[in-house]
């Protein structure tokens, strides 16, 4: 079984072409079930998927999130990270890993986050290290860069790149890291309802675009779906916010792999 995880790690980028080996770090239940549709979303999870959306949160949070790919022993997806408030903008550290002995993918990121009026932006630096049974490691420094322009208050656009630089972990095949570009747009006509279109790009690969809708109810409780086109993957979720605590699932269904679930928590540790 151990080594079935390992041909699946080769085949599921080329199925999936949207997740941790691709460059496509997004985490927590609430991004999952928009079907990654989180570009503009400003929570405790921005720094792991747009970092520039990240000054607008408000406080000291810590987060974490889980999930097991499909169901495939091996496939085990985990993030940790800490935000609050810095020279007048956010700081956040993060910890993601994806895989088990046999291989896995380490990242560490160290971010910020600076808003000015309408305009938020932000820069992260990574390190992400990469361990395969037999074959040893490899580890790489990258950046990720983005931001978010609220348009008008029902409209926010949101831009974000990944590893603009090309960074190689394996500098003796010619291959890099891929570069990530994402954009979007957020629609909220009123305080309980979001409406979420987003655009990825792999640098001279492939590219997809995905929605994603939530709606919130006695602001205790969220409902939220998504749909990607390229590979009409849907999502589903649920979230709570019993008090300081916020409590996240997602199910992303594969038409061929089947479904992942993902469950996330969050605990606001300070109030701004």
């Given amino acids: 079984m151990k080594y079935l995880s390992g041909i699946l790690f080769c085949i ?20 999952i079930s928009l079907s990654g549709t989180s570009i503009t979303l400003s929570d405790a999870f921005s ?12 406080g000291i949070t810590a987060c974490f999130s889980s999930s097991l790919l499909y169901g495939i022993p091996g496939l085990i997806k985990m993030g940790a990270g800490l935000n609050g408030g810095l020279l007048g903008g956010v700081a956040a550290v993060h910890l993601f890993r994806f895989g088990d002995d ?3 993918e380490h990242k560490l990121g160290i971010g910020y986050s600076h808003k000015i009026r309408f305009i938020s932006l932000g820069l992260q630096v990574n390190y992400i290290q990469y361990k395969m049974e037999g074959y040893g490691s490899a580890g790489i420094v990258c950046f990720e860069f983005g931001g978010t322009v609220k348009i008008c208050p029902e409209i926010i656009f949101g831009a974000y790149i990944f590893n603009p630089t090309k960074a190689n972990p394996y500098q003796d095949n010619g291959s ?13 006509p009123v305080g309980h309802l979001m409406m979420n279109v987003e655009y990825y790009y792999y640098v001279f690969q492939n590219h997809c675009l995905s929605f994603g809708l ?3 109810i006695r602001e205790k409780i969220a409902l939220r779906t998504g749909v990607t086109l390229e590979s009409l993957r849907s999502t589903f979720g649920i979230g709570f916010r019993p008090g300081r605590f916020r409590i996240d699932y997602a199910a992303d269904v594969h038409p061929l792999l089947g479904i992942s679930h993902e469950f996330s928590i969050t605990l606001n540790i300070k109030y701004k």
């Fill in 12 to 31: 599921l980028p080329i199925c999936l072409k949207v997740d941790a080996q691709n460059g496509n770090y997004i985490t927590g239940a609430r991004a």
């Fill in 47 to 58: 720094a792991f998927n747009n970092i520039g959306a990240l000054a607008s949160h408000e």
């Fill in 102 to 104: 046999l291989f896995n």
């Fill in 176 to 188: 890099f890291l891929p570069v990530l570009l994402r954009s979007g747009l957020s629609y909220r």
């Fill in 214 to 216: 939530e709606y919130i």
